[in-house]
């Protein structure tokens, strides 16, 4: 399995440019400040660039997961990994794992397919997990939503 590492590096971009879209003060930033309890005045101080830099490490991490999960080819490489054989070539395991590989080749590579699994992901993972912190955290459902909200459509 190859990863075209420049697509997960431009990926990893993608969180940090939709926070700035999605909690600027226009969009939803006013009504997450409020829930978050912060200031215009304290956000106007900006973070620390060492934040920027972990968020990019983080957002790396995350975009090559989402490479993983939605390209359904790494699912076929480990049903085969093990398989005695296997990486060797021109044997039997490793013919069949060609052949599978070439017949579904490049079929989940479109936009339309990495959304539908960055929503479920974003309903089906995101959500509970900063739901579940939200309630504990005595935040409202309108702010959890502003935060759900960013994931799904980011991922």
Not at 9 to 16: E, S
Not at 53 to 66: D, Q, T
Not at 73 to 91: C, D, N, V
Request: negative net charge; hydrophobic residues 50%.
């Amino acid at each position: 399995m190859e990863t075209n590492y420049l697509f997960i590096l431009l990926a990893a971009l993608v969180p940090l440019v939709m926070g700035f879209v999605w909690y600027h003060k226009n969009v939803f930033g006013t009504a997450w400040m409020k829930g978050v309890g912060v200031s215009e005045e304290v956000l106007a101080k900006g973070p620390n660039p060492i934040v920027f830099l972990f968020a990019f490490i983080l957002s790396f991490m995350l975009a090559m997961m989402m490479n993983a999960i939605t390209s359904h080819q790494y699912g076929i490489f480990s049903l085969f990994l093990s398989e005695p054989g296997f990486g060797e070539a021109g044997s039997e395991i490793q013919q069949q794992f060609d052949g599978l590989m070439n017949q579904f080749r490049g079929k989940d590579e479109n936009f339309g397919h990495g959304a539908f699994h960055g929503a479920l992901i974003g309903i089906f993972m995101a959500f509970p997990i900063l739901a579940t912190n939200g309630m504990f955290e005595f935040k409202s459902w309108k702010h959890n939503a502003i935060n759900v909200g960013y994931w799904v459509v980011t991922l």
